[in-house]
C-alpha cells in the first residue's frame, strides 16, 4: 500500500507539474519581452524578502507531519484532531505576526532596488507580496494532513489546475495591459481559491478533524513539538537565509543582473520542483518506515532512495550542461545568457543540493530536528562570509555569491546530514555510502563535462541544435550508467521493483 500511495502521489506530480512548467515559460517570456529586466529584479528582490521573513513559520508544518505520523497509523482521531487544532491556532497567530513584522523591511528595499528609478509602486508590490504569503498561514496548513495520510495527489491535483488558470490571466494582463501589479494580483487570488479548495476537501475527507477539534496536546506531546520546533528552526532558518541573502547580493551587485540569472534559477527551480514533488510524495511512506520496519530493511531501502536520487539529478544535471545555455539563448536571447562559469556553479550547487534530498527526507521523517541545530547555523555562517568575500572582497560578482553557497553544502551541510542519519536512524557505518557518495560525484562531473564539451561542437544552431545536444547527453548519461552500475546491487533492486509493479 505504502508503494501504491508513493506511485500514484509521483504520477500525478509529474504530470501535474509538466502542464503548469510549459505554462510557467510562456508567462516568463511574455513577461521579459513586455516588462523587462528590471521588473524581473524587483519581482525576484520582493520573492527574497518574504522567503526571509517567512522564517516565522519556524518549521512548525514539518514538525506537525512528523508527529501525525503515529496517530494516522494507529488511526488515533482524537491525537490528529488535536495536532491539527495546534497546528491551526498556530499558524493563525504566524499570520497576524507576519502582518506586523512584514511592513518593517519596507526601508530596507530600496539598497536592492536602487536601479528601479523608472518602476513606480515599489511599497505597493512589496505589500501586495505581504499580503500573499499572509493569507497562504489561514488555509494552507491542512496540506500537511493529507500529505501524511500520503494523499498529496489532492494538492498536486488543485495547485496544477488553478496555476493554469493563473498562467493565462497573468498572460493576458502582460500582453494587453502590461499591468505588473495586475500579475500580482492575479498570483494572489488564485493562491487564497487554491487553498480554499483544498481546505474544503480536506473537511470532507476527513471530517473528524471538526469533531475533534477541541481536543487538546498532553504536556509530554507539547514538549515533544516544541522540542523539534525549536530544532527545525534552525534548520528552515539556515536555508532560508542562504537562499534569499543570495539573491540579495545578486540584486545589491546590480538589479538587471538578478532579473537574468532569475531565469537560471527559474529554469532550475522548475526542475528541481518536479524532483521535488516526486520526492516529498514518498515523505509519508519514508515516515511509516521509520516507526515500522527493521534497521536492516531501513538501510537497503535508503541505498535503493540515494541511487535513485543519483539517477534522477545526473540525469538532468548532465541535460542542463547540454542544453541550458541553449536553452536561455533560444527562449529568451542571448541578452539572457550568463557566463558558462555560471552556469557551471548553478549545475554544481542544484546536483549537490538534490544529494542531499534523501539524508534530509530520513532527517525530516524520523524527527532528527535536534541534531541539525548547529549545521544550520555553520551553514549560514560559511555561505554569508564567503559569499561577502567573493562579492565585495574579490569582486567575483555573481560567481562569488553562487560559489558561496556551494562552499557551505561541501563543508558544512552534506557531511553533517551524513553522519546524522547513519548514527542516529540506520545504526550504520557511513564509510560505504560516503564512497559510493564520492563516486556519484565524480561520474556526474566527467559526465557533465563531456557532455558540455560534445554540445560545445555542435554547430547546429537553434531548436535542432538543442534537441541534438539534449540526445546526446541522453546517450552519455546512458553509457555512463550501463557501464558503471548496471552490475550493482542497488541497480538490479530498482530495475526489479519497478519490473514487477
Not at 37 to 53: A, F, H, K, P, T
Not at 269 to 296: A, F, H, P, T, W
Not at 473 to 497: C, D, E, N
Amino acid at each position: 500500500m505504502r508503494f501504491f500511495n508513493s506511485l500514484r502521489n509521483s504520477v500525478f506530480a509529474f504530470l501535474g507539474q509538466i502542464i503548469t512548467i510549459l505554462l510557467g515559460f510562456v508567462v516568463r517570456w511574455v513577461f521579459i519581452h513586455n516588462l523587462g529586466q528590471d521588473y524581473l529584479g524587483v519581482n525576484s528582490v520582493m520573492e527574497s524578502m518574504l522567503m526571509i521573513l517567512s522564517m516565522t513559520e519556524l518549521g512548525i508544518g514539518t514538525s506537525v507531519a512528523f508527529a501525525l505520523y503515529k496517530p494516522i497509523d494507529d488511526d488515533d482521531r482524537p491525537k490528529i484532531g488535536a495536532l491539527m487544532a495546534f497546528y491551526r491556532k498556530t499558524y493563525h497567530a504566524i499570520g497576524i505576526l507576519t502582518l506586523v513584522v512584514g511592513p518593517m523591511l519596507i526601508p530596507f528595499m530600496k539598497f536592492f532596488t536602487k536601479e528601479a528609478a523608472d518602476i513606480d509602486g515599489i511599497t505597493l508590490i512589496y505589500i501586495l507580496f505581504l499580503i500573499n504569503t499572509v493569507l497562504s498561514y489561514f488555509f494552507a496548513y491542512k496540506r500537511t494532513l493529507i500529505n501524511a495520510y500520503q494523499q498529496s495527489y489532492i494538492n498536486s491535483l488543485s495547485e496544477d489546475i488553478f496555476a493554469v488558470i493563473k498562467y493565462i490571466l497573468q498572460i493576458v494582463a502582460l500582453l494587453f495591459y502590461k499591468s505588473y501589479i495586475g500579475y500580482i494580483v492575479i498570483n494572489i487570488v488564485c493562491s487564497v481559491l487554491t487553498n480554499m479548495v483544498i481546505s474544503y476537501v480536506c473537511d470532507k475527507k476527513y471530517p473528524f478533524i471538526r469533531q475533534y477539534k477541541s481536543e487538546k496536546l498532553t504536556k509530554e506531546d507539547k514538549a515533544g513539538l516544541k522540542n523539534s520546533i525549536v530544532s527545525l528552526m534552525y534548520q528552515k532558518v539556515g536555508a532560508k537565509l542562504v537562499t534569499g541573502t543570495d539573491n540579495l547580493m545578486i540584486s545589491y551587485a546590480k538589479l538587471s543582473l538578478m532579473g537574468i540569472y532569475s531565469n537560471y534559477s527559474m529554469v532550475v527551480s522548475i526542475v528541481s520542483r518536479v524532483v521535488y514533488n516526486v520526492m516529498r510524495s514518498v515523505i509519508g511512506s519514508v515516515g511509516n518506515l521509520m516507526v515500522q520496519e527493521d534497521k536492516q530493511l531501513k538501510y537497503k531501502v535508503y541505498e535503493e532512495f540515494v541511487f535513485a536520487t543519483f539517477i534522477f539529478y545526473f540525469f538532468i544535471s548532465i541535460g542542463f550542461s547540454a542544453c541550458l545555455e541553449r536553452f536561455i539563448e533560444l527562449w529568451a536571447g542571448t541578452d539572457w545568457v550568463l557566463s558558462p562559469l555560471v552556469t557551471f556553479v548553478v549545475i554544481l550547487n542544484f546536483f549537490l543540493m538534490g544529494m542531499r534530498q534523501p539524508n534530509v527526507v530520513v532527517i525530516e521523517a524520523a524527527g532528527l530536528f535536534n541534531k541539525m541545530r548547529m549545521k544550520a547555523v555553520g551553514e549560514v555562517v560559511v555561505n554569508l562570509v564567503v559569499s561577502f568575500l567573493f562579492l565585495v572582497v574579490f569582486k567575483l560578482g555573481i560567481y562569488g555569491v553562487l560559489f558561496g553557497t556551494t562552499v557551505s553544502m561541501v563543508t558544512v551541510c552534506i557531511w553533517w546530514e551524513i553522519m546524522a542519519v547513519h548514527k542516529y536512524t540506520l545504526d550504520a557505518s557511513a564509510g560505504k555510502y560516503t564512497r559510493d557518495f564520492i563516486g556519484y560525484i565524480l561520474t556526474a562531473f566527467v559526465g557533465c563535462m563531456l557532455s558540455y564539451y560534445v554540445s560545445s561542437i555542435i554547430t547546429i544552431n537553434g531548436f535542432a541544435g538543442l534537441i541534438l545536444s539534449g540526445l546526446c547527453a541522453v546517450g552519455i548519461f546512458a553509457v555512463m550508467i550501463f557501464v558503471l552500475y548496471s552490475k550493482t546491487r542497488v541497480f538490479k533492486a530498482l530495475i526489479g521493483r519497478f519490473l514487477k509493479k
